[in-house]
């Protein structure tokens, strides 16, 4: 805990002396931080890393002395000049030669495409430039650190997919990986950067709701101040990249969150690259927004995303097919996040399916699994196979004029226990009907859920229904911001070989009737096939 505390205080006053070098300031702590990491990095590598870090040096983890070094760098050289300065070369260049060995070691274990290489090269190429600037030289390490073998556009081609999604697909570690590479191109013309950096901002933007909401997919805080600061800095710069990067209600959100006692830095971060931004054709986040790892839906007033993409490694959860409900401001069923490292318990409910609104089978943690995904003109589907054995899954988001239509479907080689999830963040209220369930989410905006489900049964020649999926409610944990705030969780439970489970989700109510395999909503009927 106290090591924790060291770095959080590391980092605070390498953004302080960030923020004092727009202004002229903070030369004198620069040297005094360069005399103080000479000291402690005396005796190399930090003997009190784990066996699994790439040690490093200030810190134990070379990763954070590389989130710490390269705000250090960068305030170096706003500062490159000042004679007191020459005083950090030393710390400069043993920060380059650690971002080589940390680097070189992550190409031999062949994880050239984790999020640490990013890092590793934002440290190299910033401190590079600054130490290059205190010498009075030109600096040499394009090649190097940005566009050889192993630099930051080979990073970013290994590690990110076609549609710009970093693989882990987890917003958090993709924003991360997007800082690094945005900060390293400091003096860079936008278009001659690869077109895959704006896709990745691209990705970004097409997740976040009208009201500036970032999902929180997969690992990641749910919700935190510093969390906060890292969206701003990387809408700051995204800004001057591209014209078309869909992220200002983000960057107003952000701002929002953290109050009174924000200090202004991103505000100064001005004239960042060495070229005007790009000017593409602006996007569009209206209607469906598909990639490799989420289908997102738009209809008025309700933003869904549907995960159906790959695990996503050690930061992945065990959430495929779940259905993140969200208004512009309000988290209706969100994905809930990660709690930091030091909660074992926490953080192995915040990846198990219990913790997502899912599919459960049998009350058992699922296989990693990737689901496939098809479209049509008004709707998505996608279906999962394996990664619970002998069952198989699709869930298909049709999308209407002022509402949106969930069908899940689950068979099995036999009777399981087929749990369809609810999991809110605002009040839920559940009234049980003869002919169907109907919720209430209350939050900041309404949202308004019918439900049906169940076995298929006749219940006339002909006339096939739904019957036998009980709710079952019962109190939960809320997001990983604050595991002890409790939430009404559902679980709608069918016991059988199959099961089918319809919904309707609005934001004013509407009138719902499901006839054999076609529903009908406000008089707009659609095929939902196969009931």
């Known amino acids: 805990m106290r090591g924790a505390w060291t770095v959080l205080a590391h980092h605070f006053w390498a953004r302080r002396i960030r923020l004092l070098s727009y202004d002229g300031g903070g030369a004198e702590l620069l040297a005094s931080y360069a005399r103080l990491y000479s000291d402690l990095t005396k005796a190399g590598e930090h003997e009190q890393a784990q066996g699994w870090m790439q040690r490093g040096r200030l810190f134990h983890q070379a990763l954070t002395d590389a989130v710490w070094g390269v705000p250090i760098a960068h305030s170096i050289l706003n500062l490159a000049g000042r004679a007191e300065l020459r005083e950090t070369l030393p710390m400069l260049d043993d920060m380059v030669a650690g971002a080589h060995r940390a680097r070189e070691a992550m190409v031999a274990q062949d994880k050239f495409s984790s999020n640490y290489t990013a890092w590793f090269n934002a440290l190299g190429t910033t401190a590079s430039q600054a130490a290059a600037a205190v ?317 049906v489900g169940g076995v298929r049964a006749e219940a006339e020649p002909g006339d096939v229904v739904l019957s036998g999926a009980v709710p079952v409610v019962r109190p939960g944990p809320g997001p990983a911001d604050d595991p002890q705030r409790v939430r009404t969780w559902v679980d709608w439970t069918v016991v059988g070989a199959d099961a089918t489970y319809c919904s309707v989700y609005s934001t004013a109510p509407v009138d719902v009737r499901l006839v054999g395999d076609v529903i009908t909503v406000d008089g707009h009927e659609h095929a939902i096939g196969g009931l």
Do not use: C
Request: charged content about 20%.
């Open 135 to 451: 010498r009075g030289e030109v600096w040499s390490g394009e090649k190097e650190w940005l566009t050889g073998e192993h630099g930051q556009f080979a990073h970013l081609e290994a590690a990110t997919g076609d549609d710009g999604w970093e693989w882990e697909a987890s917003t958090y570690y993709h924003g991360f990986v997007l800082r690094a590479y945005l900060l390293s191109l400091r003096g860079f013309d936008p278009s001659l950067a690869p077109d895959r950096l704006e896709k990745m901002i691209t990705a970004l933007a097409s997740i976040a709701t009208e009201g500036g909401i970032l999902p929180a997919l997969h690992d990641g805080p749910y919700l935190r101040v510093p969390l906060a600061l890292e969206w701003l800095e990387i809408v700051a710069l995204a800004r001057q990249f591209t014209t078309a990067h869909g992220l200002d209600a983000v960057a107003a959100r952000a701002l929002a969150e953290v109050g009174s006692e924000y200090d202004g830095l991103e505000d100064k971060l001005t004239g960042w690259f060495g070229g005007p931004p790009r000017a593409p054709e602006p996007t569009s986040f209206q209607g469906s927004h598909l990639s490799s790892s989420y289908a997102v839906i738009r209809v008025p007033g309700i933003h869904a995303i549907l995960d159906h993409g790959p695990h996503g490694g050690s930061h992945g959860h065990h959430d495929k097919l779940a259905l993140y409900l969200y208004g512009a401001t309000t988290p209706w069923q969100p994905d809930p996040g990660q709690v930091p490292y030091g909660h074992a318990q926490w953080r192995a409910h915040y990846k198990s399916v219990a913790a997502h609104p899912t599919i459960r089978i049998d009350n058992l943690e699922p296989a990693e699994a990737t689901g496939e995904l098809t479209h049509d003109e008004d709707s998505v589907t996608a279906t999962i196979d394996g990664w619970y054995e002998g069952v198989r899954a699709t869930r298909k988001l049709i999308a209407g004029d002022n509402y949106l239509v969930d069908v899940v479907r689950v068979t099995a080689d036999r009777e399981r226990e087929i749990v369809l999830q609810f999991r809110p963040d605002v009040e839920l209220t559940v009234e049980v009907g003869p002919d169907a369930i109907r919720t209430t989410w209350i939050g900041d905006e309404m949202l308004y859920g019918y439900h």
